[in-house]
């Protein structure tokens, strides 16, 4: 059972476009993370949002998290190709969940052409 | 700061053959985890351990050991390899004092059974 859907899950857009990538859950998380992966790499924690209805800025990068805390997105305003890599959502479950357990959604793989 | 290191980065293995994935973080992170990636999947936690001495199973642990003798490493063993762990691993290491399951990441492994 996928517990946190994300989408979409391939985005291809040119520089300058915004965009933003959801995901949903069914489930409330205590905090929900987003990453971001490059090839080769491991992800790297871009924001972590812990509040509902949060929202946090990161340059060109806006992140919301749900009034209920089921899900989150993401927003890029004027995306450019160093923007281009695996987005992933993750959340951390109320109930059963332990430091470093973390849901992950499947990711959005995201390529901004110049 | 070398952070999460783990090796070897790349490995081919036969089916049958066991080996281990080592994994260490010198920034006295008390939990640490294993996650394997592949392609349409997301991240998928293996094992996971709050502490030296401690260890539990995540999503997708069958096949897969693991023990955690110090702080510091928290290797990944595959007892007898097949074809359907052939995956991208990553371990990662996070401080429950730094709040909100903020994980850390390695560079990963890729593991190839034939």
């Known amino acids: 059972t996928q517990l946190l859907e994300q989408s979409p899950q391939f985005l291809s857009i040119q520089e300058g476009e915004n965009l933003t990538v959801y995901c949903n859950s069914s489930?409330?998380?205590?905090?929900l993370q987003w990453y971001r992966q490059e090839p080769g790499e491991g992800p790297v924690l871009l924001v972590t949002v812990v509040t509902g209805g949060e929202v946090k800025k990161l340059k060109r990068l806006t992140f919301q998290f749900g009034d209920a805390r089921k899900d989150s997105s993401l927003h890029i305003t004027a995306a450019q190709p160093g923007d281009t890599g695996l987005y992933l959502c993750a959340g951390a479950r109320v109930r059963g969940g332990s430091q470093g357990n973390l849901i992950f959604g499947k990711g959005t793989k995201l390529s901004v052409k110049p | 700061n070398a952070g999460v290191t783990q090796t070897p980065k790349f490995q081919v293995l036969k089916t049958g053959q066991s080996m281990t994935l080592q994994c260490a973080q010198d920034m006295n992170h008390e939990y640490m985890s294993w996650y394997r990636q592949d392609p349409g999947m997301g991240l998928r936690l293996i094992h996971y351990?709050?502490?030296?001495?401690?260890?539990d199973q995540g999503e997708v642990p069958n096949g897969y050991n693991v023990s955690r003798s110090t702080t510091e490493d928290f290797p990944l063993r595959l007892l007898s390899a097949a074809p359907s762990q052939t995956s991208v691993y990553f371990c990662?290491?996070?401080?429950?004092?730094?709040?909100?399951?903020?994980?850390?990441f390695g560079a990963g492994s890729r593991l190839t059974v034939l």
């Open positions: 351990s709050v502490g030296a001495g401690i260890t």
């Open positions: 990662a290491s996070s401080d429950p004092k730094g709040g909100a399951n903020v994980l850390t």
């Open positions: 489930s409330v998380f205590s905090s």
